[in-house]
């Protein structure tokens, strides 16, 4: 019917400028909620089922009057008052661009579970959380069942391989970090758990079958790092405090990378930047880096550009670290590639060292005095 295309298309139009926490372009909508969605975001609702929401495309689909009246009646400024009244701050709400598992249960928390309505049902936000994950091996590489304990009041985050006995592992809640890892793990709901043991990082990774109960993880490491930071630092804002919840890595991938002797030749190594750590690791998924280079400030003696030491062959599309006490050469596999690691390494160089930055690099520093045989400073 050409009346009602035009009328949804107007309608568009007008409403198009309204429309935030969505995509650009948004093309379709839910006529039942009320909102206009991405293709995206529409597939998810799609998954729903449509006694949860009912998807139309604005210019492929027929509307009714009735739908086209409710759809200018709520609008993705109203559904957002009432669906996102209530959530928590310690909540990663997704941005374009962020893992499936992520965007999905967002949408199915706000939508489905109406979490956002009802903050009893935000599991995640008590300081207490158990349940089995997934976790690889540290050697045979296989999946297995481990139970997991977080608990905000000990700051910890403990799994174990028998449920009765002594937990295999405790990590501190403020020294960890998790990150979504779906492309490097191989299963869409997994995550990666970066935490510092005896003064060198450690790398945990899991997954489980339901995207809700990954996500629940997620946030309840958050929730208990603000709740812990809101303690420790009473007088800062909540919402400076968020930006120190978790950190996805600013970059990862392979680079070649040569010993500390200009005889040495580039080897492949996977390497990992996660805020001022660079790491480096044989595998991606190993649970230990081999080396891990601490990024200060430029005025501390960082620096990256183009190009390797006089006297180390350069392979192409090489580049140089530089920290107080050594310059890497490394290499990447393309000039674009090159140009980003430079970029996201430059970045870092010129962002403020934090005493929380200055607390890390004093442990991996410390460490490095205490060993003769293995020192994380140097290459391997
Ligand atoms: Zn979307």
Redesign the pocket.
């Known amino acids: 019917m050409n009346e009602l295309i035009s009328l949804s298309f107007c309608f568009l139009f007008f409403n198009v400028y309204l429309i935030s926490s ?2 650009p372009n948004p093309e379709w909508a839910s006529y039942n909620i009320g909102i206009f ?2 293709t ?2 529409s597939g998810v609702h799609r998954s729903m089922g449509v006694h949860i929401s009912k998807v139309k495309h604005l210019k492929l689909d027929r509307w009714e009057d009735s739908q086209v009246e409710r759809m200018k009646e709520v609008g993705n400024i109203k559904a957002k008052m009432k669906y996102e009244e209530r959530v928590p701050p310690c909540y990663r709400r997704p941005k ?1 661009g962020d893992p499936q598992v992520l965007i999905e249960q967002w949408i199915r928390a706000k939508y489905e579970r109406e979490e956002f309505c009802h903050p009893a049902r935000q599991v995640y936000t008590s300081g207490y959380m158990q349940g089995f994950l997934m976790k690889r091996g540290k050697e045979d590489s296989k999946y297995q069942a481990r139970k997991f304990v977080l608990s905000e009041t000990d700051d910890t985050l403990k799994y174990f391989v028998r449920e009765n006995k002594e937990p295999k592992a405790i990590l501190r809640i403020s020294e960890l970090n998790v990150v979504f890892a779906p492309d490097k793990i191989g299963y869409p709901n997994s995550l990666q758990l970066t935490f510092l043991k005896d003064g060198s990082t450690r790398h945990i990774y899991v997954y489980h079958d339901e995207g809700e109960v990954i996500t629940n993880w997620y946030m309840a490491v958050r929730c208990a790092k603000l709740h812990r930071l809101q303690v420790a630092y009473p007088s800062a804002s909540e919402s400076e405090l968020v930006h120190h919840l978790t950190e996805d890595f600013a970059k990862e991938g392979w680079l070649w990378k040569t010993g500390p002797r200009l005889s040495d030749g580039f080897r492949k190594r996977w390497f990992t930047l996660d805020n001022r750590k660079l790491m480096y690791h044989d595998e991606p998924l190993d649970a230990n880096p081999k080396g891990e280079i601490f990024v200060g400030h430029a005025l501390d003696g960082y620096s990256v550009r183009i190009g390797v030491v006089a006297g180390v062959k350069d392979q192409g599309f090489s580049f140089s670290l530089t920290t107080p006490e050594r310059t890497y050469n490394l290499s990447a596999q393309s000039e674009h590639e090159r140009d980003h690691w430079i970029e996201v390494l430059e970045r870092v160089i010129e962002r403020p060292v934090t005493p929380q930055d200055t607390a890390i690099c004093g442990r991996l520093m410390r460490r490095r005095a205490n060993t003769n045989s293995i020192s994380i400073f140097s290459p391997r």
């Open positions: 969505v995509g969605i991405c995206r975001c374009e």
